[in-house]
């Protein structure tokens, strides 16, 4: 016999439910409908019971489920990218072609461009799924590249994990509190976005790299990591163990800019994404900015309308990037 649901719609538009039992059959019904999975079986023994939640918030959903046996079934990616991770055991993944086995707490990529099976261990299983249109959006603004599906690999790069888990810890306190306004959580999640293109997209080759370079993608990763902090030449340098001096040689030789112009133009571009994927009738300008950590209003707009060659109002208005924010849905059903 299964729990009565648990279903709640927040004024917020965040979406959660939450469904546990003892019932198999209600179990394969409900992690089919879930996941758009097919043949979705549970292993034997006595004893069975699952408990699965789902929150589904702006471009993001959280899911966590608890089963007391292994599970498998066939899935395919549709419209969203999904990360997930195991608290103990391993997912071992079949596309065809090729197969693995993952690492606890280690988020992967589920294949992107084909259909897949999986085989999950008894336990808990987390995935967060990100919005396709959403990932392209933010990796289109703060790459400079469209992303595509074959793009992806499946495990993250090791020196983007800590941010990578930091950034999905953020995104779903928030998502599950009461604290964090719409505008502050399409942040985390924007933040988020990059982190899985950092981590498993768009580098598959990596370059050898020199000390001035490695001191640049050190003190870049930790920009991305404390970007909406109010972040100082004096803590980049504690935090990667180099002097001003140094730091400053290094971004102008291999970055062609200062590491504090550089921080400048990396909120630009988060603010860019932020005002497309805005809704223009419930948030300001100002607030989206100072999210960011620009504080004087002027100087701010002046400072985009070089970068962007437009206003900041005319980006949050569509005028002429609503096409872009058409594509990544904000809080969609």
Do not use: K
Not at 140 to 148: D, G, I, P
């Amino acid at each position: 016999m299964s729990d009565v649901p648990q279903l709640g719609q927040r004024s917020d538009g965040r979406r959660f439910s939450e469904r546990g039992g003892t019932d198999r059959r209600d179990a394969v019904c409900l992690f089919e409908e879930v996941y758009a999975a097919e043949g979705v079986v549970f292993g034997r023994g006595e004893g069975f019971r699952y408990r699965h939640r789902t929150l589904h918030d702006l471009n993001i959903e959280l899911t966590s489920s608890a089963v007391t046996t292994d599970r498998s079934g066939d899935l395919s990616s549709g419209d969203w990218l999904a990360l997930g991770w195991t608290a103990r055991g391993g997912v071992r993944i079949d596309d065809g072609s090729h197969r693995a086995v993952t690492e606890p707490a280690i988020p992967v990529v589920f294949p992107t461009d084909r259909p897949y099976s999986i085989v999950a261990p008894a336990g808990v299983h987390h995935v967060v799924r990100l919005n396709w249109e959403f990932v392209d959006t933010v990796g289109a603004v703060l790459s400079e590249a469209r992303t595509t599906t074959a793009a992806f690999r499946t495990q993250p790069l090791p020196d983007a994990l800590p941010g990578l888990q930091a950034s999905i810890h953020a995104v779903a306190a928030a998502a599950f509190g009461d604290g964090d306004p719409q505008q502050a959580r399409l942040s985390l999640q924007v933040q988020l976005a990059e982190w899985v293109v950092r981590a498993y997209g768009g580098r598959s080759e990596r370059r050898e790299l020199g000390a001035g370079r490695t001191t640049v993608e050190l003190a870049q990763a930790y920009m991305a990591e404390h970007c909406r902090d109010q972040v100082m030449l004096t803590d980049l340098c504690e935090a990667i163990g180099v002097s001003a001096r140094t730091l400053q040689s290094a971004f102008l030789r291999h970055a062609d800019s200062t590491p504090m112009n550089y921080l400048q133009q990396m909120r630009l571009n988060r603010v860019r994404v932020a005002l497309q994927l805005a809704d223009p009738g419930s948030v300001t300008v100002a607030t989206i900015a100072r999210e960011w950590g620009f504080r004087h209003m002027g100087r701010f707009a002046g400072t985009y309308l070089h970068r962007f060659g437009e206003y900041p109002g005319e980006t949050l208005r569509g005028l002429p990037t609503r096409r872009l924010r058409s594509r990544a849905v904000v809080g969609s059903a």
